[in-house]
């Protein structure tokens, strides 16, 4: 019984195995097929048709981007550290994040840095000092003015 129970597992795995490339294999021939129907139909949605292919709506322009709402300071159990985060913006490339340390005087206009420019919805930022505050911004990259407005500052010390 043990020995056909074996048997029976080995062949379920070679199975598995099988139908996994199978499924490759059908995928990298339909886009194949794909490709070559979009080359030489030249858009033209007669001879789209005639392949069996779907045809697809044509791409919409994203348009103006909103700036990223909920940006959101958290301090780490790490001296120096905030944590920071932000929602996602539909039709968002990626995010540009930027922060100034605030004057202790007061007053002044901040001196934006670049901390990041990427797709993550979130940042640590390291290396600040305690008990320093710091302001935080971001602003969405893409749509067709290339990015948002920025998103409403937030401030925090660091620990």
Not at 5 to 17: D, I
Not at 24 to 52: C, F, P, W
Not at 133 to 152: K, L
């Amino acid at each position: 019984m043990a020995l056909s129970c074996q048997n029976l597992r080995v062949e379920a795995k070679n199975l598995t195995e099988q139908k996994g490339w199978v499924r490759k294999e059908l995928k990298v021939l339909t886009t194949q097929r794909g490709t070559y129907v979009q080359m030489t139909s030249h858009g033209n949605a007669d001879v789209i048709a005639s392949s069996g292919m779907p045809i697809c709506n044509a791409p919409t322009p994203v348009g103006v981007l909103p700036p990223p709402l909920e940006l959101r300071l958290e301090v780490t159990q790490v001296n120096g550290e905030l944590q920071v985060r932000w929602n996602t913006v539909t039709g968002a490339k990626s995010y540009l994040l930027e922060f100034a340390e605030i004057p202790t005087s007061g007053g002044g206009d901040l001196t934006w840095v670049q901390a990041r420019l990427g797709g993550k919805l979130s940042y640590l930022a390291q290396g600040l000092i305690p008990g320093r505050r710091y302001a935080f911004r971001v602003a969405a990259v893409g749509g067709s003015t290339g990015s948002s407005a920025w998103s409403p500052v937030e401030e925090r010390m660091a620990a």
